[in-house]
């Protein structure tokens, strides 16, 4: 089914394809489609006798002003919007064309989804909150956080699927560059194991072989208790002492038992903010 309002045609004399993205040549201001857009394609009327006479070298070339692309072209293609040259593929850019009434017909649906799909993960998440303050609903909590998670985790690929769990892992509190990322070890590690590869991926610092430094410890985030060093990642599953899917924190701790009880403590009423 044809859409005519959509796009424009190429004004080739041999094409007149209908383009949806189509491109104006900056020297004769005609529309064409991608195939034709270099004057040289299209027999520009404003080239004398149909031929560039001089040849740009590349440093002369002009550079899409998209920040992440570096797509150079020899000829220039100006925004309409903002002067700016863009490549083929940012000609239609976000600065531009990010207000819904300047945005292009066909791109309107994928924003509506993209912002539906943001307010939903939101309100599944304060119900996982509220949820896994409720002992007797936890085990479902955990469920529905292990099924989000399982697609987007990394691990030692080295692991079979059928030893994996998964974790939302926090980074500490001093670390704000970093943010959670959702991690899979094996049961048959120890927890000091799983805390090697787990501040290898969050890029924290590890010292706890060096004597004297604050130590990096896992935690549980629900309600802070710690996790023994040389415990099996499968035992405290089957004992109930972890869940699969749950969150868990790093935290520098002392080596004094008290305090590393209070410090978690707050850190429990940091993260739950």
């Not at 998440?125 to 985790?153: F, Y």
């Not at 430094?213 to 499968?234: H, Q, S, T, Y």
């Amino acid at each position: 089914m044809e859409l005519p309002k959509l796009g424009e045609r190429c004004s080739h004399v041999d094409c007149k394809q209908l383009d949806f993205l189509p491109v104006l040549c900056s020297l004769c201001q005609g529309t064409f489609c991608k195939d034709h857009s270099f004057p040289s394609n299209h027999s520009c009327t404003k080239v004398v006798d149909n031929v560039i006479q001089e040849k740009r070298s590349t440093s002369e070339w002009f550079s899409c002003h998209a920040p992440e692309c570096k797509e150079r072209s020899a000829v220039e293609m100006l925004c309409t919007k903002c002067g700016f040259h863009f490549c083929l593929t940012h000609r239609h850019h976000d600065s531009c064309y990010a207000n819904q009434e300047d945005v292009l017909p066909w791109r309107l649906p994928k924003m509506q989804f993209a912002k539906a799909k943001e307010e939903t993960d939101k309100q599944v998440e304060e119900k996982l909150k509220a949820a896994q303050k409720d002992t007797a609903t936890r085990a479902t909590a955990n469920k529905i956080r292990l099924m989000k998670i399982k697609g987007k985790a990394v691990g030692d690929n080295k692991i079979p699927t059928t030893d994996r769990i998964f974790f939302t892992v926090h980074p500490p509190l001093n670390n704000p560059s970093q943010t959670s990322r959702p991690l899979f070890v094996s049961k048959t590690w120890t927890v000091g194991r799983s805390l090697d590869l787990f501040s290898k991926k969050l890029n924290t610092e590890n010292n706890n072989s060096k004597p004297g430094a604050p130590k990096l410890k896992i935690f549980r985030k629900e309600d802070g208790v710690c996790l023994p060093m040389d415990a099996i990642m499968g035992s405290l599953l089957q004992d109930c002492l972890l869940s699969d899917g749950e969150p868990l924190i790093l935290e520098y701790v002392t080596t004094d038992t008290v305090a590393e009880v209070s410090e978690t403590l707050l850190y429990m009423d940091k993260y739950n903010k």
